[in-house]
């Protein structure tokens, strides 16, 4: 079963400060990799997802990341954070052809004006 | 159009109850997931149908969790003899197919289980 690691669970920064999230999975086959956000009192939104091809993929809100399949990991970036960037952002996995996804524990992201 | 939607939006009930917790798909979403998120964690997936079969229920904790679609639309997510360690958020999410893992599954607001 793929597992999913997120560090650095609480983050509080400053509006226009770069922003990058780890994101790191263990499952050795092909895998389809998503960042999902839940802004406060909404409910889980896609942020963006890897299944194929570039490496580099954006996202909405100024938001990219990154597969690196050699270190197993997706991390999130945003070069400019803004107050309502504050939310939760959660890294996902699955394993290709399988739908169940696997969730990391989750960034709790707080941006001060 | 209308997301997915789920009721009832909390639920409070008492050690030994049964619950059913319900969830309406995006409208030709042929694909629905039911997580589970504890306080302080991601989202644990429990089951997955594919139209009106259950393509994966691995993710069921044990045999007093049961999850239906008879009409390959809404699903009903039953807990029988609830016990306080159920207590969560319980998510719903749609797709539109089940091609290869990739498509984005849509969440639903969640149903919020106090066991007390």
């Known amino acids: 079963a793929q597992s999913v690691s997120q560090h650095n669970h609480h983050v509080i920064l400053s509006e226009a400060a770069s922003l990058e999230l780890g994101c790191n999975y263990s499952?050795?086959?092909?895998?389809?990799l998503f960042w999902y956000v839940q802004y406060p009192g909404q409910h889980l939104q896609l942020l963006l997802k890897?299944?194929?091809?570039?490496?580099l993929v954006k996202g909405i809100k100024g938001f990219e990341a990154e597969f690196i399949k050699s270190k197993f990991s997706f991390n999130l970036r945003k070069p400019s954070v803004q107050w309502s960037d504050t939310a939760e952002y959660f890294c996902?996995?699955?394993?290709?052809?399988?739908?169940?996804?696997?969730f990391g524990k989750g960034n709790q992201v707080v941006v001060i004006p | 159009g209308a997301g997915v939607s789920q009721t009832p939006s909390n639920k409070v009930t008492e050690k030994g109850k049964y619950v059913e917790l319900r969830c309406d798909p995006i409208?030709?979403?042929?694909?629905l997931y039911w997580y589970r998120q504890s306080l302080g964690q991601g989202p644990e997936f429990l089951i997955y149908?594919?139209?009106?079969?259950?393509?994966?229920d691995s993710g069921l904790p044990n045999d007093r969790f049961f999850a239906v679609r008879p009409e390959g639309s809404v699903s009903t997510l039953k807990i029988q003899r609830t016990e306080r360690g159920d207590s969560a958020v319980y998510l719903c999410?749609?797709?539109?197919?089940?091609?290869?893992?990739?498509?984005?599954?849509?969440f639903g607001p969640g149903t919020r289980l106090t066991v007390l």
């Open positions: 999410a749609s797709s539109p197919s089940s091609s290869g893992g990739g498509d984005t599954q849509y």
């Open positions: 499952y050795g086959g092909t895998v389809n």
């Open positions: 890897y299944f194929s091809g570039d490496p």
């Open positions: 996902a996995v699955n394993a290709y052809g399988n739908n169940r996804l696997a």
């Open positions: 409208s030709g979403h042929t694909a």
């Open positions: 149908f594919q139209g009106t079969g259950a393509a994966d």
